[in-house]
Nanobody
Framework: QVQLVESGGGSVQAGGSLRLSCVVS????????TGWFRQAPGKEREGVAS????????YYADSVKGRFTISRDNAKNTLYLQMNSLRPEDTAIYYC?????????????????WGQGTQVTVSS
């Protein structure tokens, strides 16, 4: 069974940076597309960034383009999200996802595996 465990969340002031990590176990990490989603209080879970299995193709939500970078280390079975120039509106629980099964990458229902989430809080 595929399991995902996130880490790296925390509290930071606006303009600061955080790096999230997601270790994937129990499956063939290198064969899965991977991604990051986030969910703010009272809002639906939204896609932030995703990456194809090799890591050569990346996709970003307009709201994070130029500030966030998704990457992966297949040798370590780990997915990363580098977040720079953070804003208060980036405050949310961030989830890593794996196993995109087609359709829109921004639709959480099209992903098979999820982590438990890590809280990111950005203060102004």
């Amino acid at each position: 069974q595929v399991q995902l465990v996130e880490s790296g969340g925390g509290s930071v002031q606006a303009g600061g940076s955080l790096r999230l990590s997601c270790v994937v176990s129990g499956g063939t990490f290198s064969s899965h597309s991977t991604g990051w989603f986030r969910q703010a209080p009272g809002k639906e879970r939204e896609g932030v960034a995703s990456m194809n299995p090799s890591g050569g193709i990346t996709y970003y939500a307009d709201s994070v383009k130029g500030r966030f970078t998704i990457s992966r280390d297949n040798a370590k079975n780990t997915l990363y999200l580098q977040m720079n120039s953070l804003r208060p509106e980036d405050t949310a629980i961030y989830y890593c996802a794996a196993g995109w099964n087609g359709g829109s990458r921004w639709n959480m229902n099209n992903w098979n595996y999820w982590g438990q989430g890590t809280q990111v809080t950005v203060s102004s």
